[in-house]
């Protein structure tokens, strides 16, 4: 029962969030609301068990992802007027929707035909220990590609985003 | 606790991000529905790992965490530098592939 | 004996190597070498003739020389090859032919002299030779057909020889087109007789023995279909507008394709099928008064007419009338003979004609002409001689083999024809004495300065006329003492005739007369004061109009024909079928450049797309598979 009510509470959250993020008309509400998609996530892994799933997705997505994204918007600074006018949001969305619909019936169906139920894990399941163990024996190759993925795309940020050299000699 | 609603759960978020991407025009936006999307992701695999048992879906995700973060920085790489040229984040602003209007 | 093909190859392969030459270079005046050349072919083609007629005197009557050059076609039954014979009918016609045909290209050295296209028309007049060689010596029909075609084309191409005059194409485009009309009925007539055979072999020979097994209905058509052909080459009603339109090509041209040669292949068409038409003798019939109206016709309009050319084409379409109405009643010597005599005294009048026309500086208008008398005695004299003929006045050439076909006409008796034939040769001395008359007497000075004329002009008209003269005597009949020599030798299947001396006789003096009559009345009408033939009454009109047949042949044909092509031109030409390729061209474009507006560069859009893509496949799934 409160397993129940805390996963519908996580789960409103969860939509309310996902809302804000494509209704808003402000680039900062979408934010906000990205970053409470993103607890709720957190809070959902959490119910699912998953201690090591929770605190990485805190500390990565909403601490690192959310925040980027939070000085990204406030550093581009655009005024009012700059920002796009989307007179027909609201029909684009409808439409959207409608042609979504299927697909997303699509999965939902298909995952449902599993017939699978929760069963009892192992006490450690979820936990720091477990992840780390398996991760450096079976995943430790998709790990160091990971940290190279991590590398690159450090360093091309940086490549990306900085200011034309003007030669001024 | 019954997988359903999860699913169910993580299917919205996707089609949520999937509606986001098409419909807006501010490229925050998309971007922020991508990362809806992949998340939605992520819930679903912590989910099937949480069902099998197996702690093979949670390093997944770990590494999709990880991902994530890569692609956010690049993302938001772009937009600076496309906000810089254009002073405009309209996604409709940067239609230079079209095809040149020619009279029949 | 290949002694035949050289006959037929020399003329051909003269007429390449002169194209060859002058397409080297078309400005450059090489008179002697086209000259020579172009004059060498046809004196070949004759003494080779000629060696042909010699050795013919010696074999039986129904000897056949062959020849093959090689087989055209071999498709299981059917076989054609090109090759040649000469039977006795072949020998005379080829003998006179290339006699006549070297005397002209003689002539027409002269008389070209100085044209620009002097080489091109050598050329062609070599072509010419051959392909009337060709049509004489065949050996099957279709061979003769090839050559029948061959023939046209170079008289359209010589007739229309000064082409940048656009009359004279169109007189030429007239001239093929009715030539074409005739050879459909000629091609109907070769498929119908080839149907009728069953494969029981093509060639002359093999058809005469193969004949009997041919209905009459169907040997009837073919008859009729044959004589279709003839009527257009031969220039018989109703195929005949386009011989005095062919006078716009220059005067050799006249003499050689459309007096002595080319319009009697008619006539030896008839002449080689005597086997066939002997079989179908009311066929016959049907051909002799078409040859009979057509010659009346002819000569009727000739007495009103004013281009000495076409006085002389009418001439010749009367002429040819006669020998029809000879084949076309079975005697077939007759009318090859007066095919021989015509030659002739004809060649002689057009290039008599053709020396006048030069003196007074290219004028054809006869009464422009006059008190040409003294100043050109030898035309005169010769053109004198060669109307005596065609007048049928004993002893030149005209009268005998005139005679011997009203004779003909008379003992079988068709007195309808026999008649008209008569009233028109009292209309042929009447016209022809007219002719000669208004251009060389009227007066004792001519009325302009007259230019020189080249001895190659001159020379050929003494030989020519001298033939008119006497080679009438080669068909002196029997009532007379003579032996028929031309129609022994020729021996063709004649269908006898019975006539006795003493109608004969009757019939000569008759004949006689009347040519006597027409040359006097001639005098008293023109031999002074002669004047343009105005309307005084209403039939003149009509007669110097020619009765209109031209109008009428535009008014029912070409008209009719010319708004169908048009009509199809304008509408379903360009209508229609350019429409229907522009609405399928223009709907492809218009659709493409629509489909391009889908790709507007927005990001937004192409998810878009693929999200429609996507939604379908969902619901294929989900409805096909998964039932919903």
């Not at chain 1, 996963?7 to 209704?23: E, K, P, Q, S």
């Not at chain 1, 700059?82 to 697909?103: M, Q």
């Not at chain 1, 450096?136 to 985003?161: H, Q, R, Y």
């Amino acid at each position: 029962m409160l397993e129940n009510s805390i996963f519908a509470l996580l789960a409103l959250f969860l939509m309310i969030g996902a809302m804000m993020v494509i209704w808003s008309r402000e680039t900062i509400l979408s934010a906000f609301g990205f970053l409470v998609a993103m607890l709720a996530i957190a809070g959902l892994f959490a119910l699912l068990d998953n201690s090591f799933l929770f605190l990485a997705q805190i500390m990565v997505t909403a601490g690192a992802v959310v925040v980027l994204s939070l000085m990204v918007v406030t550093s581009i600074n655009l005024k009012e007027e700059n920002l796009p006018k989307e007179p027909y949001k609201f029909r684009w969305i409808v439409v959207s929707s409608i042609l979504v619909a299927p697909f997303g019936l699509l999965i939902y169906r298909s995952l449902i035909s599993l017939h699978k139920s929760f069963a009892e894990v192992s006490s450690g399941y979820g936990g720091l220990e477990m992840v780390g163990d398996r991760l450096f024996t079976d995943w430790v190759l998709p790990f160091e590609i990971v940290s190279v993925l991590l590398l690159a795309a450090m360093l091309a940020a940086i490549v990306i985003a900085r200011k034309e050299i003007r030669d001024d000699s | 606790m019954t997988p359903e609603p999860l699913f169910a759960i993580s299917t919205l978020l996707f089609c949520i991000g999937l509606v986001g991407i098409i419909s807006r025009r501010n490229l925050f936006v998309t971007y922020i529905s991508i990362e809806l999307m992949l998340s939605a992701v992520n819930l679903l695999l912590a989910t099937f790992s949480r069902l099998h048992g197996d702690s093979a879906g949670s390093v997944m995700v770990l590494l999709m965490i990880a991902v994530i973060a890569a692609e956010a920085a690049l993302f938001l790489a772009i937009i600076i530098q496309l906000a810089r040229s254009k002073k405009s984040i309209d996604s409709d602003e940067f239609s230079q592939l079209q095809q040149p209007r020619e009279s029949l | 004996m290949n002694l035949l093909s050289f006959i037929v190859l020399i003329p051909f392969f003269s007429a390449l190597v002169l194209g060859l030459i002058y397409l080297s270079d078309t400005k450059k005046d090489r008179f002697t070498l086209y000259t020579s050349i172009g004059i060498l072919a046809p004196t070949l083609s004759m003494i080779l003739s000629i060696m042909l007629w010699i050795s013919m005197l010696d074999q039986d009557s129904d000897t056949i020389f062959y020849s093959k050059l090689f087989s055209w076609v071999e498709l299981g039954d059917f076989h054609i090859s090109v090759a040649f014979m000469a039977d006795r009918l072949t020998t005379v016609m080829v003998t006179f032919i290339t006699f006549v045909g070297t005397l002209i290209h003689i002539y027409a050295a002269g008389y070209m002299r100085g044209d620009e296209s002097y080489g091109k028309f050598f050329s062609y007049f070599n072509l010419f030779m051959g392909s009337m060689l060709l049509l004489i010596l065949a050996s099957n029909p279709i061979i003769m057909f090839v050559g029948w075609e061959l023939v046209g084309l170079s008289s359209y191409l010589l007739i229309g020889f000064y082409h940048k005059d656009s009359a004279n194409i169109k007189a030429a485009n007239k001239a093929f087109i009715l030539n074409r009309v005739g050879d459909f009925g000629f091609v109907m007539a070769l498929s119908i007789l080839f149907l009728a055979l069953e494969g029981s072999g093509y060639s002359f020979v093999s058809i005469e023995a193969n004949i009997h097994t041919i209905s009459t209905p169907t040997l009837s058509l073919i008859g009729i279909l044959l004589f279709v052909g003839a009527m257009g080459k031969s220039a018989q009603i109703p195929l005949y507008v386009w011989l005095p339109d062919a006078m716009a090509g220059p005067t050799p041209v006249s003499a050689l394709i459309h007096a002595a040669t080319m319009v009697t292949a008619g006539v030896y068409m008839v002449a080689r099928f005597a086997f066939l038409y002997n079989e179908i003798p009311h066929v016959g019939e049907f051909i002799a008064i078409v040859g009979a109206i057509s010659a009346l016709f002819a000569a009727i309009i000739a007495t009103y007419q004013d281009d000495i050319k076409k006085i002389l084409a009418y001439s010749t379409m009367s002429q040819l009338g006669y020998m029809f109405v000879a084949v076309g009643l079975g005697a077939y010597s007759s009318g090859i003979f007066h095919v021989f005599t015509h030659a002739f005294f004809k060649a002689l009048l057009f290039m008599g004609a053709g020396a006048v026309i030069i003196a007074m500086h290219h004028e054809q208008n006869i009464f422009k002409m006059g008190g040409l008398k003294n100043s050109l005695r030898l035309v005169y004299v010769t053109m004198f001689i060669a109307t005596l003929a065609i007048s049928g006045i004993p002893p030149f050439a005209g009268f005998f083999s005139k005679d011997a076909i009203l004779a003909a006409a008379f003992a079988s008796e068709h007195y309808f024809i026999w008649g008209i034939g008569t009233l028109t040769a009292f209309l042929t001395a009447l016209y022809m004495f007219r002719m000669l008359f208004i251009v060389f007497y009227n007066g004792t000075q001519p009325r302009v300065k007259l230019s020189p004329i080249s001895k190659f002009m001159d020379r050929p008209l003494i030989i020519l006329a001298f033939g008119s003269a006497t080679l009438g005597l080669l068909g002196l009949g029997e009532a007379y003492g003579g032996s028929n020599i031309f129609g022994s030798f020729i021996s063709l299947p004649d269908r006898t005739l019975h006539i006795s001396h003493s109608s004969e006789y009757l019939l000569a003096i008759l004949n006689t007369s009347m040519g006597v009559l027409g040359m006097w009345l001639a005098y008293r009408l023109f031999a002074t004061n002669a004047t343009m033939p105005t309307v005084k009454v209403a039939w003149q009109r009509i007669v110097i109009n020619k009765f209109y047949i031209d109008e009428l042949y535009e008014l029912l044909f070409v008209k009719p024909l010319r708004s169908l092509s048009l009509f199809f031109e304008r509408f379903i030409d360009r209508v229609g079928f350019d429409g229907i390729l522009y609405i399928s061209t223009y709907s492809y474009r218009y659709a493409g450049a629509k489909f391009a507006q889908l790709q507007n560069g927005k990001v937004r859009y192409y998810a878009l797309y693929s999200m429609v893509g996507i939604a379908l496949v969902s619901l294929f799934l989900l409805i096909f598979i998964g039932g919903i």
